[in-house]
């Protein structure tokens, strides 16, 4: 009977410990998913991002998109037509040292033959113009390009504004670096013969930056 006792009482006891052992587990799992906020706060996270440094770059701007012509000096055998080529600026933000050895730039021109509402053309070749160097800096080194005359003006430069004739030009883009700008522009004259047809008409002069 003893023996039974003790048995009975041993599967009691390891009855009441499994029992406890799973309230044990079960109390956990509770206070688990029942712990309470007990502070709270907010940091700020803040950077500073500076601007990128840019390299400087050469550019040009031309002060106006478009010119009007007026009749001025007209003769028995042609019709002039005069203007001004608005300004045109060159800058240059580069340092010297970032611009390659022998490096320089220039200016060239180029116009479309005028047509006018009807379907009438004047060649560009009646275009001429005749550069003028407003600001080319202190150092000398910016020149004017040549007189380009019409074809009905002839000779060796009566060619008009055809083919990419010279505005301004440095052979030393380092030389004049820190000068940064420089200005030009030039007198324009159309010259037709005077049998030409009557009306409005138009041309576009292509302005281009090379180095």
Do not use: C
Request: avoid cysteine.
């Amino acid at each position: 009977m003893q023996n039974h006792t003790s048995t009975a009482r041993s599967f009691l006891l390891r009855g009441t410990a499994g029992i406890a052992g799973g309230l044990l587990l079960l109390g956990v799992a509770g206070t688990a998913f029942a712990d309470e906020q007990q502070g709270a706060d907010d940091v700020d996270v803040n950077v500073q991002i500076a601007p990128l440094t840019t390299p400087g770059s050469l550019s040009m701007t031309v002060a106006s998109d478009s010119t009007a012509l007026t009749e001025n000096g007209s003769t028995s055998v042609a019709r002039q037509f005069t203007g001004t080529l608005p300004t045109v600026t060159v800058t240059d933000t580069r340092d010297a040292a970032d611009i390659p050895a022998g490096a320089g730039w220039y200016v060239l021109g180029t116009a479309s033959d005028f047509t006018s509402s009807t379907g009438d053309t004047i060649g560009a070749e009646n275009l001429g113009w005749a550069p003028n160097l407003i600001d080319g800096g202190d150092s000398g080194l910016v020149a004017e390009g040549d007189v380009v005359d019409t074809a009905l003006d002839g000779g060796p430069d009566g060619v008009g504004l055809v083919d990419q004739e010279l505005l301004a030009i440095t052979n030393d883009s380092a030389g004049v670096a820190e000068e940064g700008s420089w200005t030009a522009n030039a007198a324009l004259t159309l010259k037709t013969p005077t049998t030409v047809d009557a009306g409005d008409y138009s041309s576009t002069l292509t302005l281009s930056l090379f180095e």
